[in-house]
């Protein structure tokens, strides 16, 4: 399979504790992105990744919140003292764009990461 | 404000049956429309894209147009089956110099019954 992946599926954690997801992008996509979730809404952009670089981070993403994408590869999103509202699915996609500020690639989604926070 | 607005909100029809979905935006400037497919509990899957030029675009039993002179798109479905129950959103790209925005509408939620 070599399309975007998600790890872990599901997570449940209690209040006050962190967790990281970790997201694989197709090989020869430069992009990646981070979206969140929540039930019957549409996708929150929460950050995104031109290869290695961070080039924009959304108001959703309190400091509690970090994405890294070292060597441009793997990604890990990071959220840090849980809260009961970061409930949600945690969706990754990735892309190829030629032009860094261009957005005309098609988009390809994980299978997002669902978390609970009791 | 660059918004996007889908009807229905959601629809229920028979298997076999066609239907269209809406599209509303308000996106300014313009620079691709997309139609993603989401069903329960799974990432999005792209269905179409669609530029400023392009007025119809077919996937299957899929079919989208857009008026960007109205900025209406919409999304035919053809022959409706069970797994077409799912969620479909819409998607426009915003063009701001050297960037580009996403705009994310709701979704319609359709529902096919047999």
């Known amino acids: 399979d070599t399309g975007v992946s998600q790890d872990p599926r599901h997570k449940i954690t209690k209040r006050g504790q962190n967790v990281t997801f970790r997201c694989d992008p197709i090989?020869?996509?430069?992009?990646l992105y981070w979206y969140r979730q929540t039930l019957g809404q549409g996708p929150e952009f929460l950050t995104y990744f031109q290869n290695e670089a961070q080039l924009e981070k959304s108001r959703l993403l309190s400091d509690r919140f970090s994405a890294e994408r070292p060597k441009g590869s793997f990604s890990t999103l990071e959220i840090q003292r849980t809260e009961q509202g970061d409930s949600a699915m945690y969706l990754c996609?990735?892309?190829?764009?030629?032009?860094?500020?261009?957005?005309?690639?098609?988009?390809?989604f994980g299978e997002g990461s669902r978390l609970t926070v009791l | 404000k660059n918004q996007v607005e889908q009807s229905p909100q959601s629809l229920i029809i028979l298997e076999g049956k066609n239907c269209t979905l809406q599209c509303n935006y308000t996106v300014s400037p313009f620079s691709n429309l997309r139609w993603y497919k989401q069903d329960t509990g799974r990432g999005p899957v792209s269905l179409t894209i669609m530029t400023f030029s392009e007025n119809t675009k077919s996937n299957g039993r899929y079919t989208a147009t857009l008026d960007a002179d109205t900025k209406q798109s919409s999304l035919h479905i053809t022959a409706s089956q069970l797994s077409d129950s799912a969620s479909y959103i819409c998607?426009?790209?915003?063009?701001?110099?050297?960037?580009?925005?996403?705009?994310w509408g709701l979704g319609t939620s359709l529902g096919v019954n047999p």
């Open positions: 090989s020869e996509h430069n992009r």
């Open positions: 996609a990735s892309s190829y764009e030629m032009l860094a500020g261009a957005n005309t690639g098609e988009l390809f």
């Open positions: 998607v426009v790209s915003v063009s701001a110099g050297n960037n580009r925005k996403l705009i």
